[in-house]
């Protein structure tokens, strides 16, 4: 039935195999490969805000107005104000089912080369600001 008989060697070669192809597919799936692309298209500046904060931002082609790219693939491109706080959101993704990497990198070109364009198919919203913890009340 089995190929292998259970022993103790043969079970940690197995976790050993395991952990291998497990690290393998984490620095070569498609998030960590998106990822990787993504670091190389960035200016140093933004890499390292990347690096530092998991956001980065991007100069807009027109207004010259400034955006700030956060990780994720909905609603994660806020304007900044000229006291860099979030002032406006928008929320444009290209219309595939695509890794958080490869959405920003889209979000990037599209501010910096056509900013004007984006910003009229882009959804608008209010950017939430932290939310702060809420006390919970027991209901006596």
Known sequence: MFLF????ANSARFRALRELYRSFTEQN????RSRRLLRDWLSPEQRAQFDANNYFEVTGSHTGRRYRVQYGTLSNVVELDVAGQPAIGWCFVPDRALVAGD????QKIALETDEAAVLALAHRFSPRLPSLPRVVRRAY
Do not use: N, Y
């Open 5 to 8: 008989r259970r022993s103790d």
């Open 29 to 32: 799936g498609p998030e960590a």
């Open 103 to 106: 959405v920003m990198l889209a």
